[in-house]
């Protein structure tokens, strides 16, 4: 799953972004960026684009001193989505269908994700919200979703990004509420990395009231069944089926042959380029129906 191969030139410019932000002396960007490249050179042809984004953010970290970089964005994502979680809960109160509804609403919270969009505004992240709603999704993917809850003991919810994991709350409220013999685990990312979850921001908007919160034991932006805990792996592996929120858990596990569910929106060329998808198109596929190839 070698993705970092067509994302180097983001992840420079990711570098180079966070540098002219926070570095203002010419002799210390250049320490830091070439220190970033030859991180890149040295990378393994095989490794996914998550790793390196991981990599990177440590040598960031280090050169800055800075351990949460992005705490600002994300508290204020996470207080934005929570003043809005009674409006949203509205837009289920007359559903046909709560649980499909509340997952096509999970999705749209995907676009609060500060490594692809690093100009996000809030009025954006409303009009992505609404405009997902809106579209039409795979029922054949829904229904085998649906079929494997009612059979399943345990379920994975591989978190994202905050300010969206409001959203994943009320997705996760609904299957417990529907099947309530699931026992539920929200996953984490292990160490902060640009504005994705940790088990902080979990029971922050109060997710730990219907699953379970762990990390996943790493600092990567993704799932990547070689760098998590062993306690983890297990887990995952054990489990009856994965839902996995945003690019990087995908490009990270694509290809591993789990029961995986994959919620998010493509914003990137690579990933659209490879499901031939268009901006911002949601994407609700399965690791095992849609016979999926390794990116």
Do not use: W
């Amino acid at each position: 799953m070698n993705t970092h191969v067509d994302c180097i030139a983001c992840i420079v410019n990711k570098a180079n972004n966070l540098a002219n932000k926070y570095i203002k002396d010419k002799k210390q960007k250049h320490s830091f960026m070439q220190k970033v490249l030859i991180e890149i050179a040295n990378t393994e042809f095989e490794r996914t684009s998550p790793i390196l984004d991981a990599k990177i953010m440590r040598i960031a970290k280090a050169e800055l001193n800075i351990e949460d970089i992005y705490k600002e964005e994300k508290q204020f994502f996470n207080e934005k989505m929570l003043l809005m979680e009674k409006q949203i809960n509205t837009l289920l109160k007359d559903s046909e269908d709560r649980l499909f509804d509340a997952l096509k609403i999970a999705l749209s919270g995907n676009i609060i994700d500060f490594s692809a969009l690093s100009d996000l505004d809030f009025e954006f992240v409303e009009n992505i919200i609404s405009s997902t709603f809106k579209s039409q999704f795979n029922e054949e993917v829904y229904k085998r979703l649906r079929s494997d809850l009612s059979k399943a003991k345990e379920l994975i919810y591989l978190g994202d990004n905050t300010g969206e994991i409001i959203l994943d709350k009320l997705f996760i409220k609904e299957i417990a509420a529907k099947y309530p013999d699931v026992k539920i685990t929200f996953v984490t990312r292990g160490k902060p990395i640009f504005n994705d979850v940790t088990e902080e921001d979990a029971y922050y908007v109060g997710i730990d009231k219907y699953a379970t919160v762990i990390n996943n034991g790493t600092d990567l932006p993704g799932t990547d069944l070689l760098e998590v805990s062993e306690e983890f792996k297990n887990l995952i592996q054990s489990a009856d089926l994965v839902i996995a929120k945003g690019q990087g858990n995908y490009e990270s596990l694509c290809g591993c042959g789990l029961n995986i569910y994959y919620l998010f929106l493509c914003k990137c060329n690579m990933i659209m380029e490879k499901l031939n998808a268009g901006k911002f198109a949601n994407m609700f596929i399965n690791e095992t129906l849609t016979n999926l190839k390794v990116l």
